[in-house]
């Protein structure tokens, strides 16, 4: 059994050298009021059954590794009911999917991924009116799984408040506001913000808040760059999202004239400097055509290559199109070494109980002071990780273990340079 460990640690370090390239489909979408009803969606002209055939149709078609949606009850059953048959018993489907918690808003947002590439963090919500914007914080589950050898990334998923007047814009440009001022205190790093943001024009503070933060670092990039007046105008006819009919009694009508669904990318995805990268030409409003200005997707045809039976899909589940765009992740091998004891010191309690605690002295100035720290099970599951500040060359730090079963795991400590520190320990 000490051989086998001892090869899975081995395996664990070495990993660091293998190269990957893989490509992930995001797909957002607003699927106006699923499995909620009202006095004008209600079971007959928007019925649920329906709505989740013409999705599975849409799935099908798109096959995204990351799903996220607008406008789903906030009872928890429906979320189960959309992961259940559109995802896990749908055949047509490659990859297992899972979805993140249910949160109160009404009408809500939630996020569904392949779980093969993806691991999900710990889920966060940022305050924004009518509806707070859902956080979740994704790592790709390369054969590595360091930090600093696998990607990490966020999706905001928000949904914006509705409307045209002052009112309405000042309460979208509070949310993004918001969720920059959260993004500032990370610093700059892999972002998606996706979701129906209901803008009008790209002149919007909720958009420049977005695009022209104080910090040009922390920016988000349009990947189509297709700034201007959005609504009622045919020149971004290419773009529009809403309404997919020209008449309904569920959701809004009109025809298609507006641009209120985006998926937006943060510099590092467009300036490929960690890891991802945006595939260009690769962002896709499904089913857009560029020649249905005020008219229904499907009005005397649709020249857009996408299938009869999804078109349908498109015109009949929602008054939203989605947006679709693909990212690569770069895997490119670096160097690895193992710290010494001259570089740093590290003690920890072993066997552990509730917590593992965790005394640090780095005794090389030259390391840089974040340091990342993971818990592995000798089987290669990552359990834990967070990234750290060390002051002063110490740290004390502590990690709740009570959720761990009992056994051998393994601890590591490293650097963005790629230096690392492992020691294993018995959780009791």
Not at 121 to 139: A, D, M, N, S
Not at 200 to 214: D, H, I, K, M, R
Not at 422 to 428: A, L, P, Q, R, W
Request: aromatic share 14%; glycine share 6%.
């Amino acid at each position: 059994m000490k051989k086998i460990y001892t090869l899975i640690l081995i395996t664990l370090i070495t990993s660091y050298y293998v190269v990957a390239q893989d490509t992930l489909k995001v797909l957002q979408y607003n699927l106006l009021y699923y499995g909620l009803y009202n006095d004008y969606c209600t079971s007959s002209n928007n019925n649920v059954s329906e709505k989740t055939e013409y999705l599975k149709a849409i799935i099908n078609y798109t096959q995204p590794d990351i799903f996220s949606v607008n406008e789903i009850t906030d009872q928890d059953s429906y979320h189960s009911y959309l992961l259940d048959n559109v995802f896990t018993l749908n055949e047509g489907v490659e990859g297992n999917y899972t979805r993140a918690s249910t949160e109160g808003d009404y009408l809500t947002s939630q996020i569904y991924y392949n779980e093969d590439k993806l691991t999900l963090l710990p889920e966060y919500y940022i305050y924004g009116y009518p509806r707070k914007v859902h956080t979740y914080k994704f790592y790709y589950n390369s054969p590595d799984l360091l930090e600093g050898d696998t990607a990490f990334f966020y999706c905001f998923v928000a949904h914006l408040k509705a409307g045209n007047d002052s009112d309405d814009a000042e309460d979208r440009a509070n949310s993004t506001e918001n969720v920059m001022d959260y993004i500032g205190g990370i610093g700059a790093g892999n972002y998606l913000f996706m979701g129906d943001l209901n803008l009008y024009t790209s002149e919007e503070v909720a958009f420049q808040n977005l695009l022209s933060p104080g910090n040009t670092n922390l920016k988000f990039n349009d990947p189509v760059n297709a700034d201007g007046e959005w609504h009622n105008t045919e020149d971004y006819a290419d773009y529009h999202t809403q309404s997919t009919f020209y008449s309904g009694s569920c959701g809004a009508g009109g025809g298609l004239d507006d641009r209120f669904d985006f998926i937006l990318l943060s510099n590092n995805i467009m300036d490929n400097s960690d890891k991802i990268k945006y595939i260009n030409g690769s962002y896709t409003t499904v089913g857009q055509d560029g020649e249905h200005f005020n008219s229904g997707l499907n009005y005397q045809g649709n020249s857009s290559g996408v299938p009869a039976d999804v078109l349908d899909a498109l015109s009949y589940n929602s008054d939203h199109l989605p947006i679709l765009l693909e990212l690569e992740i770069d895997q490119t091998p670096i160097s690895v070494r193992e710290l010494t004891t001259h570089e740093i010191d590290i003690k920890i309690n072993n066997p552990v109980e509730d917590n593992l605690n965790l005394q640090i002295l780095l005794n090389d100035l030259l390391i840089e002071n974040y340091l990342n720290i993971q818990i592995y099970s000798v089987m290669g599951k990552l359990e834990y990780q967070n990234t750290l500040e060390i002051d002063n060359n110490t740290l004390n730090y502590q990690i709740p273990t009570s959720y761990l079963n009992s056994g051998l795991y393994i601890l590591k400590v490293s650097t963005k340079k790629s230096l690392f520190y492992s020691e294993k320990f018995i959780k009791m």
